[in-house]
């Protein structure tokens, strides 16, 4: 079975920092990738999405993720956080021929922004 | 606000009870989806509906049952409960089968269950 690795558990940055977050997974097929986000006390809201085409994905708040083929990877970046960017961040696969469109999300990753 | 909608937002129950846990998708989405947040499994997949027929299953424990209605609403029942079934149960919606191409899922705000 597929498997989603985000290694950076917790991560404290300062405002305007930059930020990478790792993703890993472990299907070896097609694969469509998600980043969602959870605020404190909120539901999952969708970041960006990769199903397939230019590898460097854009989504919402100025956040984007590459997707590495070779690498099985599809990390998120921010070129300078914010406060309000606190929040946990997990990362989900879809396989390719996954016709039950099952997300499969890696264990999260707690960011915390110092003002 | 995703247009999904869950109720109750907040359940406390006793062990060996039954609770079900009520979902309504965005306006036209053919698919439901379940799934159960915990601090030791983290976020993981339940169960999906389509169009009222059960589509897919992943870690549903034999306790656990959902259907969806002709309403299109869904409901995920949870019985003989147990303190580890302590957790935020979350519903997601998409517009429906693609043709095997994934979908966005649009998530509610969850229930939050607390087995005293």
């Known amino acids: 079975a597929q498997s989603v690795s985000q290694h950076n558990h917790h991560v404290i940055l300062s405002e305007a920092a930059s930020l990478e977050l790792g993703c890993n997974y472990s299907y070896g097929g097609t694969v469509n990738l998600f980043w969602y986000v959870q605020y404190p006390g909120q539901h999952l809201q969708l970041l960006l999405k990769?199903?397939?085409?230019?590898?460097l994905v854009k989504g919402i708040k100025g956040f984007e993720a590459e997707f590495i083929k070779s690498k099985f990877s599809f990390n998120l970046r921010k070129p300078s956080v914010q406060w309000s960017d606190t929040a946990e961040y997990f990362c989900?696969?879809?396989?390719?021929?996954?016709?039950?469109?099952?997300?499969?999300f890696g264990g999260g990753t707690r960011l915390m922004v110092k003002p | 606000d995703s247009g999904v909608t869950q109720t109750p937002k907040h359940l406390i129950t006793a062990t060996g009870q039954r609770v079900t846990l009520r979902c309504s998708p965005r306006?036209?989405?053919?698919?439901v989806y379940w799934y159960q947040q915990s601090l030791d499994q983290g976020l993981q997949f339940l169960i999906q509906?389509?169009?009222?027929?059960?589509?897919a299953k992943g870690n549903i424990l034999e306790r656990f049952s959902a259907q969806q209605f002709p309403d299109l609403h869904s409901e995920l029942n949870l019985s003989s409960l147990e303190l580890g079934d302590s957790a935020l149960y979350f519903c997601?919606?998409?517009?429906?089968?693609?043709?095997?191409?994934?979908?966005?899922?649009?998530f509610g705000p969850g229930t939050r269950l607390l087995v005293l």
């Open positions: 989900a696969v879809i396989p390719g021929n996954n016709a039950g469109n099952m997300l499969t």
């Open positions: 306006s036209g989405d053919l698919s």
């Open positions: 997601a919606s998409s517009v429906g089968l693609a043709g095997g191409w994934a979908e966005t899922q649009y």
């Open positions: 990769y199903f397939s085409g230019d590898p």
């Open positions: 509906y389509y169009n009222g027929e059960e589509r």
